[in-house]
């Protein structure tokens, strides 16, 4: 049986003269189609946020939710998540495993709803704590404060669980001095919406790449705070045990610790009925150390793993398992 179609075309554009010489006159053409297929994406994104918008922030929710809830299933990244559905709750049934990745779907469908709205999300009111979208428990709002007035650097690390943007919006809303990590859409002009969006609703914006580690050193050295998103899978990250499968995890909180010598709080956003989230913030998580005193990277990164595991079962439903986090 002789080599697929894609690996003898890929073989020739790179090592024969011919292929050589097509290849390189193709970058102009392919190189103007990325960009017309970029612009007419970005058009209809801009009319589907145009859309959800002038719905307001409970219906966009519910539209887009309902959607992806019916939608999700029926494509193809939902094997990815039945297979990490199953191999992690392998007591649960068919039908037990059909309804989370349902809820998955819709979860994922109204993070899209409410992110359009994110910058007037925000309705904690600590004389009324439990009467608008936003609820605390009484030690995380404590806790917000407390780190707001110590003038120490801390690290927040969360999960892709209910709305992952939430974490964030918090801390700003709250006055701490943050800034968040993120990656970059690779289409140029959804990039600048979701820059445009959370600008509103948060501090200060790292985009993610091999530099970013030394803006996140220096906002850390500089006493303010940092927040990473770190639950999906680190291409040549530090081995963890995850829903009892090794995974591979980001070290960078770890890390950051370890040089900076700062806390990691770990934070999330928990969704309720009635398009309602409760936010919860850990206390300071007591991250293992080696025989020097300074934090150890792999054993921390793998404590980190557990709060998310942790929370992950708590509420299956919520977390993106439609990512392939086990590799």
């Not at 190189?31 to 994406?41: E, L, M, P, Q, T």
């Not at 349902?102 to 600590?126: Q, S, T, Y």
């Not at 300071?284 to 150890?296: F, I, M, N, S, Y």
């Amino acid at each position: 049986m002789g080599l697929p179609f894609k690996v003898k075309f890929y073989y020739w554009i790179k090592t024969n003269p011919v292929g050589i010489a097509f290849w390189r006159a193709m970058q102009g053409p392919i190189a103007v189609y990325s960009r017309i297929r970029d612009f007419f994406v970005w058009l209809i994104v801009r009319a589907l946020v145009a859309i959800l918008r002038a719905l307001g922030t409970d219906r966009s929710s519910n539209l887009a939710g309902r959607a992806a809830r019916w939608l999700g299933p029926k494509l193809s990244n939902s094997k990815i998540a039945r297979a990490n559905l199953k191999a992690s709750f392998p007591e649960k049934s068919g039908e037990e495993i059909e309804e989370i990745v349902r809820g998955v779907w819709e979860n994922l469908g109204r993070v899209a709803g409410e992110f359009v709205h994110l910058p007037k999300m925000w309705d904690f009111d600590p004389d009324k704590p439990n009467t608008g979208r936003i609820e605390f428990t009484p030690r995380t709002a404590e806790l917000y404060n407390l780190l707001r007035d110590d003038g120490k650097p801390a690290i927040f690390v969360s999960a892709h669980l209910a709305n992952w943007e939430l974490p964030a919006v918090a801390a700003f809303a709250h006055g701490l001095d943050t800034s968040v990590v993120y990656k970059a859409p690779t289409n140029r002009g959804f990039a600048e919406l979701v820059r445009e969006t959370r600008t509103g609703a948060m501090a200060d914006l790292i985009s993610s790449d091999r530099h970013s580690v030394f803006a996140m050193t220096k906002v850390l050295e500089e006493g303010r705070h940092l927040g990473l998103v770190v639950d999906q899978h680190f291409g040549g990250g530090v081995p963890v045990t995850m829903f009892g499968r090794k995974a591979f995890a980001s070290p960078l909180p770890a890390r950051l610790a370890r040089n900076v010598d700062c806390p990691v709080h770990a934070v999330r956003a928990v969704r309720l009925p009635g398009n309602r989230f409760r936010m919860e913030l850990t206390e300071e998580l007591q991250l293992p150390r080696d025989a020097e005193g300074k934090v150890d990277i792999n054993a921390a990164t793998q404590k980190i793993s557990d709060v998310f595991e942790g929370w992950i079962r708590e509420t299956p439903e919520q977390w993106l398992w439609l990512h392939r986090r086990w590799r």
